[in-house]
């Protein structure tokens, strides 16, 4: 038995939810025959994901990235790219790597982000727009505070918040102390999906924090420097954030 051979506290099937069932009565034959671990078996049940030309050919358990829909993705995004770009000259393989990580970011995004058990409709063109709930957002605000940052050019110093005052700087720093424990919710709910919307409400929050005040032009050195320690602090959440949905961040969208 695996709980033994690797002396497991705790085991996980991630399972389509046809197979409810059939976990159902494995557990309960296992803790009948008086096995001391029974208790910890757990089946993540995972709806299936239905896309515009028809339904996938597997379960969100069993693949998070289709083969079937990533390269359709990719071009989404590629295009997305060129809209939003179309002026900068760029090495064709860099494009494609950054089209790539934006793809797939759009991809699992959408598909994590929900309920495990939802069986949804994936739309490909909503997963690669960079506003509104999605993974390219998330990456778009991710990527806006780094190039802020470079242009800054200064690695930072000890926080001190005493210069932020205003309602924006105070709405974003919740975010940011919230995090730990939104993590904690998500492995014990064993769903990404908390993860998901913090992440969307924080960039959310950078975004408005960005448009109340100056913070590259603050006039004071001492609020700037703050302001510049915030954006860095919520990069690194945000950043942390995406990967443990197993997303790969850009510096340039």
């Not at 034959?29 to 910890?40: F, N, T």
């Not at 494609?96 to 995004?109: D, M, S, V």
């Not at 100056?214 to 004071?220: M, N, Q, S, T, W």
Request: proline residues 5%.
């Amino acid at each position: 038995m695996k709980a033994e051979e690797f002396d497991a506290d705790e085991q996980i099937w991630v399972v389509g939810d046809e197979q409810i069932y059939h976990f159902k009565v494995l557990f309960e034959i296992l803790s009948r025959l008086g096995y001391p671990w029974a208790d910890k078996l757990h089946h993540l049940a995972y709806g299936m994901v239905h896309a515009a030309g028809g339904e996938m050919k597997s379960a969100r358990a069993r693949s998070s990235t289709p083969t079937t829909s990533s390269s359709k993705i990719e071009e989404l995004a590629r295009r997305e790219i060129a809209e939003r770009d179309a002026a900068r000259e760029e090495d064709e393989a860099e494009l494609a790597e950054r089209a790539r990580k934006i793809g797939l970011a759009a991809l699992k995004f959408m598909i994590l982000g929900v309920s495990p058990q939802t069986t949804m409709t994936y739309d490909p063109k909503a997963s690669v727009s960079f506003e509104g709930d999605t993974g390219p957002y998330v990456l778009y605000a991710y990527a806006r505070i780094r190039r802020m940052l470079e242009d800054a050019g200064d690695e930072g110093a000890a926080f001190d918040p005493t210069p932020l005052g205003d309602a924006s700087e105070r709405r974003l720093a919740l975010r940011l102390i919230e995090f730990p424990g939104v993590v904690a919710r998500a492995a014990r709910e064993l769903s990404p999906g908390p993860i998901a919307t913090w992440l969307i409400e924080t960039a959310r929050a950078y975004h408005s924090h960005n448009r109340q005040v100056p913070i590259l032009k603050a006039e004071d050195p001492a609020t700037r420097r703050a302001r510049l320690d915030l954006s860095r602090a919520t990069a690194a959440a945000l950043r942390r954030g995406l990967e443990l949905m197993g997303i790969e961040t850009v510096d340039r969208m």
